[in-house]
T-cell receptor, first 113, second 113 residues
Framework: KAGVTQTPRYLIKTRGQQVTLSCSPISGHRSVSWYQQTPGQGLQFLFEYFSETQRNKGNFPGRFSGRQFSNSRSEMNVSTLELGDSALYLC????????????FGQGTRLTVV | GENVEQHPSTLSVQEGDSAVIKCTYSDSASNYFPWYKQELGKGPQLIIDIRSNVGEKKDQRIAVTLNKTAKHFSLHITETQPEDSAVYFCAASKSQGAQKLVFGQGTRLTINP
């Protein structure tokens, strides 16, 4: 069974630009969550999507947004990039039947210059 | 909101010895506690988890204990091997099925041969 796939793996953007990251969950998984990982703040929850609806949201500004498609694939978008948005962005998928287990992809390393 | 504290931040042990990492959480409603291992350049890998209705769980050399009264849980690795070297994260969640993990700050474990 294929794992969680995130694309692209690496990205360099300029301040003020916007970026879109993609996540394909494990086949059959219906929930996709996004996390930001930085050396200073650690792993922080951005938002979760289930059946194309945002079900949970973390404490990030509105520049961070996401969506989920009918095939459970998800994208997250960051607009008006700031230097502080440089981070590893991780996607996790889970089944959300009676199980809580979340499985992470390898992440997208975003560098804002 | 939930807050998870993890100690120590770094841990160095001799190969073959045991390693223990401890976490405390603040929200008594949390009911799911996973542990993740993250190797360089990779996403976090789920290694073991425990639910609030269980006090201890073992999987080969890895065990997790939970004390709901004190609101703390611990990861125990026995007979450590060089491949156990990585950063370990604890997390807590209070959402059955929904995915909103609150992570500890991580422990960098080094196994010395």
């Amino acid at each position: 069974k294929a794992g969680v796939t995130q694309t692209p793996r690496y990205l360099i953007k300029t301040r003020g630009q916007q970026v879109t990251l993609s996540c394909s969950p494990i086949s059959g998984h219906r929930s996709v969550s996004w996390y930001q990982q930085t050396p200073g703040q650690g792993l922080q929850f951005l938002f979760e999507y289930f059946s194309e609806t945002q079900r949970n949201k973390g404490n990030f500004p509105g520049r961070f947004s996401g969506r989920q498609f009918s095939n459970s694939r998800s994208e997250m978008n960051v607009s008006t990039l700031e230097l502080g948005d440089s981070a590893l962005y991780l996607c996790a998928s889970s089944w959300t039947g009676t199980s809580n287990e979340a499985f992470f992809g390898q992440g997208t390393r975003l560098t804002v210059v | 909101g939930e807050n998870v504290e993890q100690h120590p931040s770094t841990l160095s042990v001799q190969e073959g010895d045991s390693a223990v990492i401890k976490c405390t959480y603040s929200d008594s409603a949390s009911n799911y506690f996973p542990w993740y291992k993250q190797e360089l350049g990779k996403g976090p890998q789920l290694i073991i988890d425990i639910r609030s209705n269980v006090g201890e769980k073992k999987d080969q050399r890895i065990a997790v204990t939970l004390n709901k009264t004190a609101k703390h849980f611990s990861l125990h690795i026995t007979e450590t091997q060089p491949e156990d070297s990585a950063v370990y994260f604890c997390a807590a969640s209070k959402s059955q099925g929904a995915q909103k993990l609150v992570f500890g700050q991580g422990t960098r474990l080094t196994i010395n041969p």
